[in-house]
């Protein structure tokens, strides 16, 4: 069973920073596709970014383009979003997920192509 815990969420102004972080445990990190997704009150779920088992490659979502950064430590077991000039619109639960699938699908952002899912962590941006 993988457990994924995530941490870094609070409360920041318009145009700060945050940085999520996701540490894994229970299968082998290196071989999963891990991903973030948000989910804002009243909102469906919405992919934010995807990062491939080695690190190579990423994806992600339109409005966070050129504004968050995905990473990821295998070493440690542990993915980060670097989260910069950030919006009220970003306002959401955050969610990182892991996918040992090795699907496309979910580097490009498919929902269920995910295996595993974190408990979310709080992000609140106020203008």
């Known amino acids: 069973q993988v457990q994924l815990v995530e941490s870094g969420g609070g409360l920041v102004q318009a145009g700060g920073s945050l940085r999520l972080s996701c540490a894994a445990s229970g299968r082998t990190f290196s071989n999963a596709v891990m991903g973030w997704f948000r989910q804002a009150a009243g909102k469906e779920r919405e992919f934010v970014a995807a990062i491939s088992s080695s690190g190579a490659n990423t994806y992600f979502a339109d409005s966070v383009k050129g504004r968050f950064t995905i990473s990821r430590d295998n070493t440690k077991n542990t993915m980060f979003l670097q989260m910069n000039s950030l919006k009220p619109e970003d306002t959401a639960v955050y969610y990182c997920?892991?996918?040992?699938?090795?699907?496309?699908?979910?580097?490009?952002?498919?929902?269920?192509?995910?295996?595993?899912w974190g408990q979310g962590t709080q992000v609140t941006v106020s203008s």
């Open positions: 997920a892991a996918d040992y699938g090795s699907s496309i699908l979910a580097l490009m952002g498919e929902a269920n192509e995910y295996d595993y």
